[in-house]
């Protein structure tokens, strides 16, 4: 998708006649009628919005209300250090897609994977853009600080061009893990020395959609949050938005009724996977990794890696390519108060990532298998070779 392609499909106009033969600039109401955009579907879009948002039903009119009279604020989307996923993720999203909606909510003047413009025409509708200042600046990928030259766009790095654009800016939203917290760039031995946007640009409020991707729908929510209460969503400890990024991954799991159970796959493809069982020995870091996949999903909201039967990696976390890997196997050495236990030994007890510990809730679980591991050891002493599962079952 190109902004020459976007321009022929829609064929929206910047402005339209107004009384007198004055030029105003359209509404959103009649730039959605243009692109084929209606009423009920546009109330439909603001109602997911808000649960998206994890507002209550009542909110969405005045969801509906605030984008219908909002002035399209500027927008740059900036890429560094990126394999454009969270680009392909966007024009990628719901029907009518928030790629759609969200680019008649807002004036996107800068986005180099997209824009029809290029060479200094391109470089040119940004630096113009930024100037007028209040703007939105979208930042994809890391920043390269290491090397000299890396990542240079028109003679300027990628340090310089993020300092000018967010001079006088409104707000960051850093898309993807590696603009919110340096990604795969970052991790060791880091070579071009990676960094987070915020270790460069530290006086402009910034909000952190991590994930690789990042997920569309979440980004549609940060911006009408913002169109809507003129401010940025509320934020955890890591700048990353309440409302996405508020529970585990583990707590709202589909196949958290299997862990609690006791019942996961152990090779892909067994039974276990077949059926649909927890994929925590698999490798699965949901217990770890706080995101909202399991509720709003990719891809039009048809799945997510665990429905697909694949683990969680944890792409949502800080340098989770160095402490989430090997990403086929349990979170190793945990340590906890008083001890240190390999995921080995603790088996269904770890809930919680390496930095933040233990979870109660496991501790039955836990207790309970290891008596039923003790007694298997018996029975097989005996000459029993039934497993206590086995007996429990019978």
Known sequence: MTGHHRQETYAVPEVL?????????????????LAGVDRRTFLRFCAGVTATL??????????????AKVDRPVVLWLEFQDCAGDTEAFLRSRNPSAGDLILDLISLDYHETIMAAAGAGAEKAR???????????????????GIAGSCTIGGRSAEDILRRCTRGAAGIINVGTCSAFGGIPAAGPNP??????????????????????????????????????????ATDGLGRPL?????????TCPRRGHFDAGQFALAWGDEGHRKGWCLYRMGCKGPSTFHNCPSIRYNDGTSWPIA???GCVGCSEPDFWDTMSPFYDRLPHVRTAGA??????????VLAATATGFALHGAGKLIQHRVGNARDARAREAGDTATTDERNEG
């Not at 006649?17 to 009628?33: H, I, N, Q």
């Open 17 to 33: 006649s107004g009384p007198g033969g004055r030029a105003v600039a359209p509404s959103l109401a009649a730039r959605l009628a």
């Open 54 to 67: 994890a507002l209550p039903p009542m909110f969405a009119p005045r969801v509906a209300y605030a984008l």
């Open 127 to 145: 630096d113009d853009a930024a100037a007028k200042g209040k703007h939105l600046v979208i930042v994809e990928g890391s920043v390269p600080t």
């Open 192 to 233: 071009t020395g990676a960094v987070r946007v915020q270790d460069v640009v530290d006086d402009i409020p910034v909000i952190n959609l991590s994930g690789c991707p990042v997920n569309p729908d979440n980004l549609t929510a940060t911006i009408v949050h913002y169109l809507t209460f003129g401010h940025l969503p």
């Open 243 to 251: 409302f996405a990024y508020g529970e585990r991954i583990h707590d």
């Open 308 to 310: 697909a039967g694949h």
């Open 340 to 349: 240190d236990l390999t995921a080995d030994k603790i088996g269904l007890g």
